[in-house]
């Protein structure tokens, strides 16, 4: 059973994507309350090798040797903040090495203005950090960093990696009704993306269970009113939605399913449509292992904007 490696899974950015996790839960700088994997207890800065590099690249040539399926990204991230992981450089240059497949890094940016992260960043596909809010206030309110994190050495970070990285910058805007959307903070979100010149801003909102109650949905109409605010300043700009691709599906028995369920549910809540995509399974399959995990007490269901989401009971 792979403990790292997770998927491939169905994402807007980056097609079908195989996750790889660089930290365990809940490894990380911020503690958004947003977060789909749950509350940070306790934030941390240090960056030490929290999953073995020699573990991750014995996983992964495992999985890669047997799956014929498609993948369009293999996606570092983590149940934290993936560039806490201080060989996060030397696993980029590993698998760009060995294989084809573009290699995309998610990051929240909280330690981007550190040189020597963005040096290990350099060759990778495609960086996806976020930026959520750009004054203080603001950003400790959304993103409740550690606190020696000041949202200026983040926006400074951010415009340094567009100058040294030459490849795709994807920057997403997470947007909570009523702590980061206010027409003032956007206005100075838009003429801070123009200074950082990512290839895109993409503007999200809540869309599955949060770590906080706080963490509540922007309507279309708002985002797409945050949108056109931001595009007075920067011109590449667009809203994310919900789509799906369908991968190739993968003959597993139901025990196998399960345990694929479960690992990926740790990562994030899912709904039925969603595992049904990942796993390449029909609807009734999916909905059997969900009752049956839900009755075994494995997993537990949420709502939101009354659409039933599943994810782990003990997070």
């Known amino acids: 059973m792979l403990k790292y490696i997770f998927g491939p899974i169905p994402s807007r950015r980056l097609g079908m994507s195989l996750g790889i996790d660089l930290v365990p839960f809940k490894i990380c700088n911020y503690d958004c309350i947003f977060c789909e994997v749950g509350k940070t207890k306790q934030t941390v800065i240090s960056r030490k090798e929290y999953v073995k590099k020699d573990t991750i690249i014995r996983e992964l040539d495992e999985f890669l040797s047997s799956y014929n399926g498609k993948i369009d990204h293999i996606t570092l991230t983590g149940l934290g903040e993936t560039t806490l992981n201080s060989r996060l450089g030397e696993i980029i240059d590993y698998i760009k090495e060995k294989y084809t497949i573009p290699v995309a890094v998610l990051t929240h940016s909280g330690n981007i203005y550190d040189k020597q992260v963005r040096k290990e960043l350099i060759n990778a596909d495609v960086i996806c950090p976020s930026l959520d809010a750009v004054s203080q206030e603001v950003f400790e309110k959304v993103n409740r960093p550690h606190k020696s994190i000041k949202v200026e050495k983040v926006i400074e970070g951010l415009i340094e990696l567009r100058k040294e990285f030459k ?149």
């Open 167 to 315: 490849n795709k910058i994807l920057l997403e805007v997470l947007l909570v009704k009523g702590i980061n959307d206010q027409e003032e903070e956007l206005e100075k979100l838009a003429k801070v993306c123009k200074l950082i010149n990512p290839d895109v801003v993409q503007i999200n909102t809540v869309d599955r269970p949060g770590a906080y109650p706080e963490a509540i949905p922007l309507s279309s109409d708002e985002l797409h009113k945050a949108k056109e605010i931001i595009l007075k300043h920067f011109p590449r700009v667009e809203v994310l939605s919900r789509h799906y691709q369908n991968p190739e599906p993968v003959k597993k028995n139901v025990e196998e399913l399960s345990e694929d369920i479960v690992e990926i549910l740790k990562r994030r809540p899912m709904t039925i449509l969603d595992i049904v995509v990942s796993e390449g399974i029909d609807y009734f399959t999916a909905k059997n292992i969900i009752l049956s995990l839900l009755e075994k007490g494995k997993i537990k269901e949420v709502l939101l904007n009354q659409t039933k989401f599943y994810k782990i009971s003990q997070t």
